[in-house]
T-cell receptor, first 114, second 115 residues
Framework: GNSVTQMEGPVTLSEEAFLTINCTYT??????LFWYVQYPGEGLQLLLK?????DKGSNKGFEATYRKETTSFHLEKGSVQVSDSAVYFC?????????????FGQGTELSVKP | DSGVTQTPKHLITATGQRVTLRCSPR?????VYWYQQSLDQGLQFLIQ???????AKGNILERFSAQQFPDLHSELNLSSLELGDSALYFC??????????????FGEGSRLTVL
């Protein structure tokens, strides 16, 4: 079936460290891929997206490239800040006859220490 | 602020009871989605409505039902509640019905505790 797998958390980093959160997917067809972020006590909000192979999504210093050959969409940031502490969700959508729903990974909690 | 409004924010009830969660989508959005977030299951898609019609269905229990009204707000009804139904229930909305390229806007969630 269609699914998303993320690296397990929590991930703890020092401020200004490099971040990678791995995400791989299984899907029939050609999904769109997303990263959503959930700050404490809030709903999810879109961080970035890519709709076709080799597209790079970017926002707020975060980047992810849609790699069809490795079915991956890893999230990276060159220098994290304390304010980046949140739970990050990888997701896919756009599958045939699936409406507009997003299928989420299990989430990766990031904690950035000063 | 995403523009999606959910009520109530918190709800505590007993096993066997029935509750209704309410969602008002962003102005102009025709689709409403319901998700359940729990520690052991993660974010699970329940159901999607588009302009009043059911569009996609996930692992929604038979004890749960939803509808979208003509003014586009939606309600999720949970009945015969069990302890395992304790979770955070999110509503999200989007402009279109599918295609996968549109962004979903999430509310802040309704936290249900079943005692």
């Amino acid at each position: 079936g269609n699914s998303v797998t993320q690296m397990e958390g929590p991930v703890t980093l020092s401020e200004e460290a490099f971040l990678t959160i791995n995400c791989t997917y299984t899907a029939t067809g050609y999904p769109s891929l997303f990263w959503y972020v959930q700050y404490p006590g809030e709903g999810l909000q879109l961080l970035l997206k890519a709709t076709k192979a080799d597209d790079k999504g970017s926002n707020k210093g975060f980047e992810a490239t849609y790699r069809k050959e490795t079915t991956s969409f890893h999230l990276e940031k060159g220098s994290v800040q304390v304010s980046d502490s949140a739970v990050y969700f990888c997701a896919l959508s756009g599958l045939y006859n699936q409406g507009g729903k997003l299928i989420f990974g299990q989430g990766t909690e990031l904690s950035v220490k000063p | 602020d995403s523009g999606v409004t959910q009520t109530p924010k918190h709800l505590i009830t007993a096993t066997g009871q029935r509750v209704t969660l309410r969602c008002s989508p962003r102005s102009g959005d025709l689709s409403v989605y319901w998700y359940q977030q729990s520690l052991d299951q993660g974010l699970q898609f329940l159901i999607q409505y588009y302009n009043g019609e059911e569009r996609a269905k996930g692992n929604i229990l038979e004890r749960f039902s939803a509808q979208q009204f003509p003014d586009l707000h939606s309600e999720l009804n949970l009945s015969s509640l069990e302890l395992g139904d304790s979770a955070l229930y999110f509503c999200a909305s989007s402009v279109g019905a599918g295609a996968g390229t549109g962004e979903l806007f999430f509310g802040e969630g309704s936290r249900l505790t079943v005692l």
